[in-house]
């Protein structure tokens, strides 16, 4: 069974009042979803308290799907709405200590060099703060499209933008992100690394 035919039985499940139908929702996109929005905010709690909050206001507004994107496109797009909405409510100064605490630990890969990890991890953490220092409408692209691999379309379908201004706005944003790591780069160059 295609994973939209399947979605499509869970929301009429339940609609038909059996609430663990939404729970098997919840379970198949409750991580890629929290993925997507701890990029968004920067920060884990943030991240976990909109997810929740996301699934909340979908199992309250399940009627009104409308069947015409796939159930995680619009779960995405009120994920994405909520996390703006919060951005723009709450925006303190990024720490990279309190960042790195609030993302936790990199996997670890067993054959590098702790020189080699920790340099990889703070590759990984400075890519994370001009990824948040991006203006929002480019850092959503960038996160949608680079991080969770969406599509143009479904890019446009989740920010109820033209594929053309997804476009743009990803090729722009991709530029302000060159601009933010330059520096990263410039400094490992002439340090060595």
């Given amino acids: 069974m295609s994973a939209v ?18 729970g098997e929702l919840v379970r198949k996109y409750q991580d890629r979803l929290f ?7 920067g920060n884990v709690e943030d991240a976990q308290d909109i997810v929740q909050d996301t699934f909340v206001k979908a199992f309250l507004k399940l009627e009104s799907f409308q069947h015409h994107a796939a159930f995680y496109t619009w779960l995405y797009r009120i994920a994405f709405n909520s996390a703006v909405s919060h951005c723009r409510t709450r925006r303190p100064a990024i720490s990279i200590d309190q960042s790195r605490e609030d993302a936790g630990a990199e996997p670890v890969d067993g054959g590098d060099c702790p ?5 990889r991890r703070e590759r990984c953490q400075q890519v994370r703060c001009a990824i948040a220092r991006l203006k929002e409408e480019y850092r959503a692209v960038i996160v949608l499209r680079e991080i969770d691999g969406l599509s143009y379309e479904t ?17 722009r944003g991709r530029l302000q992100l060159t601009e ?14």
């Fill in 5 to 22: 035919n399947d979605d499509t039985q869970l929301i009429e499940q339940t609609l038909a009042g059996r609430s663990e139908a939404f």
């Fill in 35 to 41: 993925n997507t929005v701890v990029h968004m905010t």
């Fill in 115 to 119: 020189e080699a990890t920790l340099l």
């Fill in 155 to 171: 890019i446009a379908d989740i920010l109820d933008l033209p594929v053309g201004t997804v476009r743009s706005r990803l090729y």
């Fill in 180 to 193: 933010e790591l330059k520096e990263l780069f410039t400094a490992e160059e002439t340090s060595g690394y």
